[in-house]
C-alpha cells in the first residue's frame, strides 16, 4: 500500500508517517514511490509504541474507523445523488435564484401597488366606501395573479405563503 494509503488506514498524518520513516518504519521504495504491508507496519507500530506516542489499540481500532467512514462516505453520496436528482426534478431550488426572483417581483409588485391610486382613484370618486374597497381588493387579487402567473417554479410556495398572510385561499398551480 501507498504511503497516503496508510496514512489513511492508520489515520494519521503524511509527516507522522515521514517521521516514523526516520525511525525505521518497514517500506520499500519503488522509483520515486514508497510502498509498505500493513501486517509490517502494524507489528513495527507496536514494537515502537513509546517511539510514536500512540497506543496499539488505536491502530487496531483504525480498521473499524475505516469502515465506518467508508459507510458514512457512501451514505453521504447516495444523499448528493438524491439531492441532484431532486434538482432534476424541480424539487429543490436555488438559494440565490428565488431571491432574485423574489427581488424582482417585489420591485415588480411595488410599482404597481404605487400605480395603484392614480389608476382607479377617478372611477372611485363620491363612491361609498363597501364600493371602493371591492375594487382596490379586486386589484390587489389581481396584482397576486401576477405572482401567480409568474414563470418560476418556485412561486407557487411564495405565493401559497403570500395568501395565507392575506387570508386568502390559495390554489395550487398546475405543472
Sequence with gaps: MTLAEL??????????????????????KR????????????????????????????IAEAAGNRADADTRKAVALAELRELELAKRRGEVYDRAEIASACSAMTHTLAARLL???AAVAQGLEGKPAEE????LAGEVRALMAVV???PFAAWPILCEACAAA???????RAA
Design 7 to 28: 496514512a489513511r488506514e492508520l489515520e494519521i498524518g503524511h509527516a507522522t508517517l515521514y517521521e516514523w520513516q526516520q525511525r525505521g518504519l518497514p517500506g520499500r
Design 31 to 58: 522509483g520515486a514511490r514508497w510502498f509498505f504491508d500493513l501486517e509490517k507496519v502494524r507489528a513495527w507500530v507496536e514494537k515502537n509504541r513509546p517511539l510514536h506516542g500512540r497506543p496499539p489499540a488505536a
Design 115 to 117: 400605480e395603484l391610486p
Design 132 to 135: 371602493i374597497e371591492r375594487v
Design 148 to 150: 401567480r402567473a409568474a
Design 166 to 172: 392575506a387570508g386568502e385561499p390559495h390554489a395550487p
